[in-house]
């Protein structure tokens, strides 16, 4: 993955080689938080101006928060005709998520989810 300022998007993530229809990509990776921390920290962004936010809701009252400590997959955009998927799968008893390539990617081609 190689990461590019987009037009509209900020920042986000192209592949480099290219990517089977159903092979992993990356783990989604950050800190797990409750609804209520989840909550206050939307809120406090909203007040300092920030428009981008990397949060994913693994189950009820739990979410991946990857603003702080992420990794590459906190880069990949929404898009309606997304190339990507989340899957939950369990880990150790931990719900972790894995995107998945939902058809072929061409190299240079931007990563995608549909959020």
């Not at 928060?65 to 005709?81: E, I, P, Q, V, Y």
């Not at 939902?102 to 190299?107: M, Q």
Request: proline residues 3%; negative net charge; glycine residues 8%.
């Amino acid at each position: 993955m190689m990461f590019l300022q987009t037009q509209l998007c900020g920042w986000g993530v192209v592949a480099l080689e290219a990517i089977k229809k159903g092979e992993f990509v990356i783990e989604y990776i950050g800190e797990v938080i409750s609804d209520a921390i989840c909550e206050q920290r939307l809120w406090d962004m909203k007040h300092r101006g920030d428009q981008n936010f990397y949060m994913c809701e693994i189950r009820k009252d739990f979410i991946i928060d990857a603003t702080f400590k992420g990794n590459s997959s906190r880069f990949l955009n929404h898009s309606c005709d997304p190339n990507c998927k989340l899957e939950k799968w369990q880990a150790d008893g931990e719900t972790r998520v894995g995107v998945f390539a939902s058809r072929v990617i061409e190299p240079g081609e931007p990563l995608t989810y549909d959020y």
